[in-house]
């Protein structure tokens, strides 16, 4: 018996098939990687806006804290630490974080007041750092959260606001700023707090 052979007529589509298979599943690896390595920035990202967000809110509760004299070593607020409380615009500089008393007509209700325009967040004098009060501090974050604490004199009935008037300077509006791990992953909250009449 003779064993025919047919040489000639092997092309290699074996080897051009299984390269294709092969071109295929790298394709496949490639993207699920790269799907994970998305989704593990994501959650990262997602992770370090919250430890932000956490930050600032611990923030708020120092400047809450300050204001009722709740704080470690709380500074003696007062309306004449804020400023005179016929200041129309509002300043923080050279104020450690208290803002001018600011006085508003009845546009408070539709046209919240703007946030001084001197804030700076990386400046001592301008703003509050958290724990510079409590003694607390913060882990896992870039840098530690800032605050400024607003007092607004709003006359609270309605009606026009007669300057001077400062048992109507009783509105306290807090507005902090935290960062993450990363130093770009900013969080920025605001909180209004009504408290008692100060004479």
Same mark, same amino acid.
């Given at each position: 018996?003779?064993?025919?052979?047919?040489?000639? +007529? %092997? %092309?290699? !589509?074996?080897?051009?098939?299984?390269?294709?298979?092969?071109?295929?599943?790298?394709?496949?690896?490639?993207?699920?990687? #790269?799907?994970?390595?998305?989704?593990?920035?994501?959650?990262? /990202?997602?992770?370090? !806006?919250?430890?932000?967000?956490?930050?600032?809110?611990?923030?708020?509760? $120092? !400047?809450?804290? $300050?204001?009722?004299?709740?704080? +470690?070593?709380?500074?003696?607020?007062?309306?004449?630490?804020?400023?005179?409380?016929?200041?129309?615009?509002?300043? =923080?500089?050279?104020?450690?974080?208290?803002? /001018?008393?600011?006085?508003?007509? /009845?546009?408070?209700?539709?046209?919240?007041?703007?946030? *001084?325009?001197?804030?700076?967040?990386?400046?001592?004098?301008?703003?509050?750092?958290?724990?510079?009060?409590?003694?607390?501090?913060? *882990?896992?974050?870039? +840098?530690?959260?800032?605050?400024?604490? $607003?007092?607004? =004199?709003?006359?609270?009935?309605?009606?026009?606001?007669?300057?001077? %008037?400062?048992?109507? =300077?009783?509105?306290?509006?807090?507005? !902090?700023?935290?960062?993450?791990? /990363? *130093?770009? #992953? %900013?969080?920025?909250?605001?909180?209004?707090?009504?408290?008692?009449?100060?004479?």
């Amino acid at each position: 018996m003779r064993h025919l052979t047919y040489r000639h +007529k %092997q %092309q290699g !589509a074996v080897l051009i098939v299984s390269l294709l298979f092969l071109v295929i599943l790298t394709m496949l690896g490639i993207t699920a990687m #790269t799907g994970t390595t998305f989704e593990e920035r994501m959650a990262g /990202n997602a992770r370090d !806006a919250a430890i932000a967000h956490y930050a600032a809110e611990a923030a708020l509760r $120092e !400047a809450r804290d $300050e204001i009722l004299l709740l704080a +470690k070593n709380g500074r003696d607020i007062h309306v004449s630490v804020f400023g005179t409380a016929d200041t129309a615009t509002g300043t =923080c500089a050279g104020r450690a974080g208290l803002c /001018n008393s600011r006085v508003h007509s /009845n546009d408070w209700k539709t046209v919240p007041p703007e946030i *001084p325009a001197d804030v700076d967040w990386t400046s001592d004098t301008s703003t509050a750092k958290y724990g510079k009060t409590s003694g607390r501090a913060l *882990p896992s974050v870039s +840098k530690a959260p800032r605050y400024i604490s $607003e007092l607004l =004199c709003i006359y609270l009935q309605g009606g026009e606001f007669a300057r001077g %008037q400062l048992d109507a =300077c009783r509105i306290y509006r807090f507005t !902090a700023v935290g960062w993450g791990k /990363n *130093p770009n #992953t %900013q969080v920025t909250v605001q909180e209004v707090y009504i408290g008692e009449e100060i004479k």
